[in-house]
């Protein structure tokens, strides 16, 4: 006796046809452009805890709708070719652009007024360090005075 399983028919090879993927990527730009004008309000109003979260989300979903997009590109998925559905397409990808241009002024807004606190900062801080000269009493508490005034870091991720 054989092991091997002999098949009826050959088995079917034709590609399933490409899915419609116009509701979930509708339903994606909606909380993407609910997500990013949650961020660019938290910046306005400088809630700057608010901001990490909402920007690791943002990531998140651009992550998810770049992947629908390249299931759109590689045929294994499709928007509806009705009027009604590409019509809301054309409108949500619209306000997703406006949405994200505000949302990057902002951002480099205030990236820029994070640079000049921190230009004033260092500033500051070279203008009252001195260097102690000699060694005299006042000179060696002026060095124990600046031990850990070496730098500042800045974290950019939020």
Known sequence: MSNITVLAAAPDLTLAPPQDITGPILALTDKLIEVIRGESEALREMRVHDIGPLQQEKARLIGLYQGMLGTLKNGTARVSAEAAPQAALRAKTAELGDVSAENEKLLRTSRVATERVL???????????STPTGYTASAQSRARSMIGMHGVTVDHRY
């Open 119 to 129: 230009r004033i900062i260092m500033e500051t801080l070279r203008k009252h360090r």
